[in-house]
């Protein structure tokens, strides 16, 4: 009998990798090239984004807006002010436009022919003559216009400032 003991586990060592047959670097100028192409057309449509996400900033403010007022309307003592306050809430979006137009003098039929110009999609006929009563009419008849109408009216308003058109 032999009294060598067998090689153990403890004495084995990790055997080195060989280096990468093809390095990770471009190997010619052109993929330089396009990639720095690639980095800068991702830069400009970043800038692209962050500028219309700036532009659009009066936008997402009138929809804040418009839901405060929506919660407002369900509420009988706020109700009046509120509706009062959607055609003004309009016109603010129409003048914050980075166009720039002049509407704020524009009522009746130039008003909705404003409106239904830049809007994507078909506003009723009677859109500026609602707004109108909303602004001008007495407090009782605010009142008691129906709820179903009060609906169509907030959703056609909603859909307009998220929607309109706008020439840049």
């Known amino acids: 009998m032999s009294t060598d003991k067998a090689p153990s586990l403890d004495q084995l060592k990790e055997l ?10 471009p190997q010619t100028w052109g993929c330089l090239v396009l990639a720095i192409v690639l980095l800068l057309a991702l830069a400009a449509w ?16 009138a929809i804040a807006r418009l839901a405060e007022l929506e919660l407002a309307i369900g509420d009988e003592q706020q109700r009046v002010p509120a509706l009062r306050e959607l055609p003004e809430l309009l016109k603010r979006v129409a003048l914050s436009m980075p166009d720039r137009p002049s509407v704020a003098t524009l009522t009746g039929h130039a008003w909705q022919a404003f409106l239904q110009q830049r809007s994507k999609v078909p506003l009723p006929e009677d859109f500026s003559r609602s707004l109108a009563t909303l602004a001008y009419a007495p407090a009782p008849q605010l009142a008691a216009i129906p709820a179903q109408q009060l609906e169509a009216l907030l959703a056609h308003s909603r859909r307009w400032i998220e929607t309109h058109h706008v020439a840049v």
């Open 46 to 61: 970043g800038a692209w984004r962050w500028w219309c996400w700036r532009r659009d900033r009066y936008r997402r403010e």
């Open 16 to 25: 080195a990798l060989p280096p990468p047959p093809v390095s990770y670097w």
